[in-house]
């Protein structure tokens, strides 16, 4: 009796654990990379390609910003919609038909 209630006790906080992690993957926020470039997303919170910070429309499967100063787009709306946990697309208002496939960058091991 004693071993089965100590299975199902560690059985449901497993399953909470990986629920929460499943939960935090499923949103656009975290880091995304575009050969070089990197964003990081952090709620409306952003650090754009260029490396400027600045704030965003935010969801939690999508982001959109105006382009700052001195970055490609400068003054054009990025759109940034997740596909899924490992790919977004960006767009700019300028140029609505081009599609940026960003990944999620990968942790460096040093």
Known sequence: MMIRLFVWGFLICLSG???GTAARADAI???????????????PNITTPGGSKTT????RHG????????EPG???????RQQHEELAHRTLSTQPE???PWIRCRQQVS
């Open 63 to 70: 982001i959109e910003y105006i382009v700052p100063d001195g």
């Open 56 to 59: 965003a429309i935010y969801d």
């Open 98 to 100: 081009k599609i940026e």
């Open 17 to 19: 654990s990986v629920a």
């Open 29 to 43: 926020d975290g880091a995304w990379c575009l050969g070089l470039q990197r964003m990081f997303i952090e709620g």
């Open 74 to 80: 400068a003054g054009a709306t990025a759109a940034m």
